[in-house]
């Protein structure tokens, strides 16, 4: 199995422009989550859903959107992209609820000029 | 959202014994206690989960005192390859499936 893959890896983009990271996993998890981490710092959610079809808003939702048409793909959305969404965005799933695992996938670091 | 506190950082040499203490005091019945390691440009990886008491795998312990407000993971004989961030983690079940990464503590083992 190759677990939760991200692409792409890097990204730069310039301030107005749009793009969508994709995000997929083939665990057959129900659970997906959006992470960001900016530097030096902890990890936030961005959304998060509970399977096909569902998704939910987490602690920094603002700029971004998500979709969740099938089980395995989680893409995430960025319009009209800001300086402050330069981060490095983390894609991970899980079988169940908060308390489960969760398996991340290798990051993509996105900057923004 | 429960909320944890641990320490920013912390030095270690090889082969001494680490314990990083988390402090969470508003954690709820249900909730359990995940401990998540990171590694320079890679995404968190799973350590060790509990509910109370003691808990060891094979890389680490986790040891919950009965009011639970409180977590130590124990990382026996650590080597360099430890050298990483360690987050605790609270899953906090009044807040469906949000999990919250505080800053982490950042452990450096030196030889």
């Known amino acids: 199995n190759a677990g939760v893959t991200q692409t792409p890896k890097f990204r730069i983009l310039k301030i107005g422009q749009s793009m969508t990271l994709q995000c997929t996993q083939d665990m057959n998890h129900n659970y997906m989550y959006w992470y960001r981490q900016d530097p030096g710092m902890g990890l936030k959610l961005i959304y998060y859903s509970v399977g096909a079809g569902i998704t939910d808003k987490g602690e920094v939702p603002n700029g971004y959107n998500v979709s969740r048409s099938t089980t395995e793909d989680f893409p995430l959305r960025l319009e009209l992209a800001a300086p402050s969404q330069t981060s490095v965005y983390f894609c991970?799933?899980?079988?169940?609820?908060?308390?489960?695992?969760?398996?991340f996938g290798p990051g993509t670091r996105l900057t923004v000029l | 959202l429960a909320k944890t506190t641990q320490p920013i950082s912390m030095d270690s040499y090889e082969g001494q014994e680490v314990n990083i203490t988390c402090s969470h005091n508003?954690?709820?019945?249900?909730?359990?206690i995940t401990w998540y390691q990171q590694f320079p440009s890679q995404g968190p990886r799973f350590i060790i989960q509990g509910y109370k008491t003691k808990v060891t795998n094979e890389v680490a312990s986790l040891f919950i005192p009965a009011d639970r407000k409180s977590s130590t993971l124990s990382l026996p004989r650590v080597s360099l390859s430890d050298t990483a961030v360690y987050y605790c983690l609270v899953g906090d079940s009044r807040a469906g499936n949000m999990l919250t990464f505080g800053g982490g503590t950042r452990l450096m083992v030196k030889p």
């Open positions: 508003n954690i709820a019945t249900n909730d359990y």
């Open positions: 991970a799933s899980s079988t169940g609820t908060g308390w489960s695992e969760q398996f």
